[in-house]
Each structure stands twice: as structure tokens, then as C-alpha cells.
């Protein structure tokens, strides 16, 4: 497979860091930093990571249904994590997952028709004192409110429809 | 960047930076004391080091509460193996949110305090494991790190000393169990994250099968200043055998929620009324969880209570990872315990059928019992299956899951009963609980 030189520079890191002989501690590494470019985790990156740390693609794979941020199939261009765990509970975290969902329509660990959201309940974020909390991707909102999630969704749209005009230009 | 405004009331000692412009600089830290800790441990033999942080009074941050320079003697120096520094920063306890803002404020305490681990044991590599959620903070911490080695604190020669030190960030991908210190090891190992059987703890045999310590992002925090101003100060800040000050997380129903740094010993109902700003709305206190999900929840009338180890465990309860959780009159406790246990049952890494199975069926009791299908004999019922959990699992997962519900069934059974004969839940929006 290939990778952007980016991707490839972070995985050259990864092999080095760990002790002679240790490097099947890049996997999980690398698969995560791969997943965010090529969007899933495929049995073609399984095999990839595998030969790279010089372990069995089964070695990679078992590690794939413990981590619950490696996904087998594809997210949306936003994945909207939302914390429900006790301390977004008790300010309305859970009013905010169900509002998620109606907005956009889909259920949990469910993506849009034009694959520009998913939704997931999510665990505990460490967000407590600053909660009801989302991370989008990997950035973290505080305090959201379902007016703000909105108003949210609605400049994510825009912006995804101005990059491609960009791009079609 | 500061998430909530401070309290006049917080003693800054490890959060003194925070309020500095760029204060995640290498430059804004080494204005203001920074690495002359590190400088003053190049003098010092290991075992002073180690004698000075034991006279601070150092316990433990991310929530067991142990020793620190305890921790740090058991590892055999002069073991041939290599020796490895390992930072948890895989904050997932429920209601904790401390070790984030440590690392995004104060990167190079961080590292600092690492490298006097290093000396402590004659180790020359660390690794910070961070969650994966924490993205942001990996490129911070490792922004941080070049920064050091590009001014030589961190290489083969670090700080001009002769001794080699190297720091790297590792990212976790999802997973509560890896913050258990033997499913990290096993996590940063490349593996699934499983608890290993105990002994060998990881002072003897740790990560790679090295001699390892293994501490919380606060507890390294907390060593430059112990190193740079004597044990004994470090130790006049708190109680007695609660050295220092701590990071509390206030969530919940407080007017203020927000991390704040306090005095060890800082008296529970102060910290709701005085720091966290009183409750919302005017609401009464019902019940405060002092220390994350797994500590066993305080009710209202217990918790004038000074907020260190030893005065939290007298109160049958655990000072845990900071994670205060503040509960007001209109919770429906039923439903919090659900949630709690959802969790449990989710982040139960499978390993072991006490805690596999234990969490997945309290879970299925709590749903039908909260729905309005709850038979009077379940109470018991959770609670035995919850006292046959305790103790008797590989790790402390299912103990975490244990002792909470144990004590919102002892603290809370008319609560319980309010659920029963098919009765709707008392609570407003109870009734909205997503589908588990």
C-alpha cells in the first residue's frame, strides 16, 4: 500500500521509537494514523502494518475489536461523538445524543446518505467540567446545546460544500 | 488554554503556569523555574531523590493512591535490564478531566518530572501514553518534546549531564481498561489491552519485560516542585500522608464546574459551595461520587468531609482520581447507576468471567428495573451479584463496577423501590434513556 509522506514519516517514527525487536508496539499507532487517511481498517492495512512491525496479520487484526476508535467500515467526513457517561448525563448529554440523531437522521454508528456525518455515543471524553461535551473528529466542543450543535452542523455543511467547489474549480 | 476561570481559593502549585501567556513554551517554563529541578536531581544520588519525594508525601494521582516513592524504590536498580518511565495519560475514569489541562498547559512539567524518574532509577527512555481521543495533546506533547531536544534538556546528553534521556508519546485508540497499569503494559506492548496476573508488578517486570514505573500525569507533575522546594513543603500543603495539593474535577450540578487546584484535605462541602460556586438553580445536594465513577457515592449528609485518601476511605468511599461528580435533588439515582454501569459492562475487556458477565447482566437488571419491569427481589439481587464481583476479579475493573453499585443499593434502596410495581420513574426525562 501506499500512504501520503506524511503518514509514511509518522510510521517510520513509530518503528524507531520502541526498543530492538519491540516494534510490534507501532500497530496500534499505526493503525490509527492510517485510519485517518484511508478511513477504515482494511484486511489490505491489516496486512500492511502486519509486515511492516514484522508480526501475523492475525496479530494486527485481534487488536482491531479492542480499540474502540478503530473502525472496520468507513465514517463520515464528521464523526459527532457524543458523551453520555455521568457527568454530560447530568446536564443533558443525553438530550443532546437524541437530538443528534433527529437532525441528521441516522442512529448510532450510523453514517448520512452523502457520507458527510456519523453519529456515536460515545464514553467518557474527559470533558466532565465542561460538559455536555462532542468531539467532532478529534476537536472537542464544550457546554454544547442543541443550538449550538445545530448551528454546528449547518457550518460543517458549508463548509464541506464551499471545498468543493473549490476543488471543482 | 483555560477551559473554566480559577478560584481565588485554589493554591497553585502544579497549575502555576497556567495563567502565563504561551505557557506551554519551552521558554515561558524555563523563566519560571523550569528544569532547575531537573538541574538540582544531577546532584542528588537516586536515593535521594527518591527519600525526598517518599518526604513529600506523594500518593498516587490517577486513583489507587499508592506511594510514589514507595513505588519508585521497588523498582531493582541495578537490574541489567533496561529500566522504562511510563506516563499514564489515558484519563478515562468517568467525571475526570485534570490530566488534560496539565498537558496542554504545561507540557514541560510533564517531561520534567519523567526525567527525574529516569535519575531515580537509571532510566534513560519514557513513554507517555495518551488516549487517543487526546489527539491535540499528542502534538502538543511531542511539539514539547522537540523543543527539548532541540535546546539539548532531552538526548544522549541531556542537560550537559552525560546521561541520555528520550521521551515519546504513544496513542491509545479507545479503550477505559488501558488505563489499569497491566492492560496498558500490555496495550503499549502492541497487544490488546489485558491485565496481566500480579506479581511481577511492574517494578520488576514491566514494560518488555523491564523494570517500569508506571505513574499518572499529576503524580510526574508534582515532582519538579517536590525536587525544587524539599519534600517537606510539598508535604505542609496537605494532611498528614496526603502530601501536596490535588486537582479536583467538579461536574454536575454546580454553578461552576471546572478543574481547580486544591489543597489536599479541602473540606467537600466548601469545595460545592465555596469553589464550585453553590448549587444550580438553588437545588438541594443529594449525592456527590468524590473521586470518578467507581468510588462509591456519598450521600448529602456525608460530605463535610476533608478530601484526602485516608478521610475519604474512613468515609467508606475513595478519593480516586479527582473526578468529584455533584448529583442534585432531581437525580434519579436509578438511572445515574445505569448509566454508570452501562459503562462497565462496555469498557469490560472480557478477560475474566466475574466482571465479563457480572457487568453485562447488572446492566440488564438496571435497564429492565429502570423501565418500570424491576422485582423487589432484584435489589438483592444486584447487590449480591455485585459483592461477588468484588475482589474476586483480575483487575480492578470489576471492583469499579462493584462499589458503586453496592452503595447506591445501600445508600439509595428507597430510590429503588420507587421503581417498583411497574411505576413510571419519578424523575422527570427518566423516561428518555437512550436503548442500551
Known sequence: MTFSPELEAKFDKFLKIYPPGRQRSAIVPMLLYAQDETGAITSELIAEVARRCGVQPLQVDETVGYYSMLHRKPLGKYHIQVCTNISCLLVGGEELYEHAKKKLGIGNKEVTPDGLFSIEEVECMGACSWSPAIQVNYDFHHEVTPEKLDRLIDDLRALHAADTVRKAQ | ?436
Open chain 2, 1 to 436: 488554554m483555560l477551559y473554566n476561570e480559577p478560584s481565588p481559593l485554589e493554591v497553585k502549585v502544579l497549575t502555576k503556569r497556567f495563567e502565563l501567556p504561551n505557557s506551554a513554551a519551552l521558554d515561558t517554563y524555563l523563566s519560571t523555574d523550569g528544569y532547575q529541578a531537573f538541574q538540582k536531581a544531577l546532584g542528588m544520588t537516586p536515593e535521594q531523590i527518591i527519600e525526598e519525594v517518599k518526604a513529600s508525601a506523594l500518593r498516587g494521582r490517577g486513583g489507587a493512591g499508592f506511594p510514589t516513592g514507595m513505588k519508585w524504590s521497588f523498582v531493582p536498580r541495578n537490574s541489567p535490564k533496561p529500566k522504562y518511565i511510563i506516563c499514564n495519560a489515558d484519563e478515562s475514569e468517568p467525571g475526570t478531566c485534570k490530566d488534560r489541562v496539565l498537558m496542554e498547559n504545561d507540557p514541560h512539567q510533564l517531561i520534567e518530572g519523567m526525567m527525574i524518574a529516569g535519575r531515580a532509577v537509571d532510566s534513560h527512555a519514557g513513554y507517555i501514553y495518551i488516549r487517543g481521543e487526546y489527539r491535540y495533546l499528542i502534538e502538543v506533547m511531542d511539539k514539547a518534546i522537540e523543543e527539548a531536544y532541540a535546546r539539548g534538556i532531552l538526548g544522549d546528553n541531556a542537560m550537559g549531564s552525560g546521561w541520555a534521556f528520550h521521551v515519546y508519546t504513544h496513542t491509545g485508540a479507545g479503550a477505559y481498561e488501558c488505563g489499569e497499569e497491566t492492560a496498558l503494559l500490555d496495550s503499549i506492548e502492541g497487544k490488546r489491552g489485558i491485565p496481566r496476573l500480579k506479581p511481577p508488578f511492574p517494578a520488576v517486570s514491566g514494560a518488555w519485560q523491564s523494570p517500569t514505573i508506571l505513574n499518572n500525569v499529576e503524580t510526574y507533575c508534582a515532582v519538579p516542585a517536590i525536587i525544587r522546594d524539599g519534600g517537606a513543603a510539598f508535604a505542609a500543603l496537605g494532611t498528614p500522608k496526603n502530601g501536596g495539593t490535588r486537582l479536583f474535577c467538579l461536574s454536575g450540578h454546580v454553578n461552576k464546574p471546572g478543574v481547580y487546584e486544591l489543597p489536599m484535605g479541602f473540606n467537600l462541602l466548601r469545595m460545592i459551595d465555596e469553589v464550585g460556586g453553590g448549587m444550580r438553580n438553588g437545588k438541594k445536594l443529594k449525592a456527590v461520587i468524590p473521586g470518578g465513577s467507581s468510588c462509591p457515592v456519598l450521600k448529602a449528609d456525608e460530605c463535610d468531609l476533608a478530601m484526602d485518601y485516608d478521610a475519604v476511605a474512613k468515609a467508606k468511599s475513595m478519593l480516586g482520581s479527582g473526578g468529584v461528580v455533584i448529583m442534585d435533588e432531581d437525580t434519579c439515582m436509578v438511572k445515574a447507576m445505569l448509566r454508570i454501569m452501562r459503562f462497565y459492562a462496555h469498557e469490560s475487556c472480557g478477560w475474566c468471567i466475574p466482571c465479563r458477565e457480572g457487568t453485562t447482566w447488572l446492566r440488564k437488571v438496571l435497564v429492565r428495573f429502570h423501565e418500570g419491569g424491576g422485582r423487589k427481589s432484584d435489589i438483592d439481587l444486584m447487590y449480591d451479584v455485585a459483592r461477588n464481583m468484588l475482589g474476586r476479579t483480575f483487575c480492578a475493573l470489576g471492583d469499579a463496577a462493584a462499589m458503586p453499585m453496592m452503595s447506591f443499593v445501600e445508600k439509595f434502596r428507597d430510590e429503588f423501590e420507587a421503581h417498583l410495581d411497574g411505576r413510571p420513574c419519578p424523575y422527570e426525562h427518566a423516561h428518555e434513556l437512550a436503548a442500551v
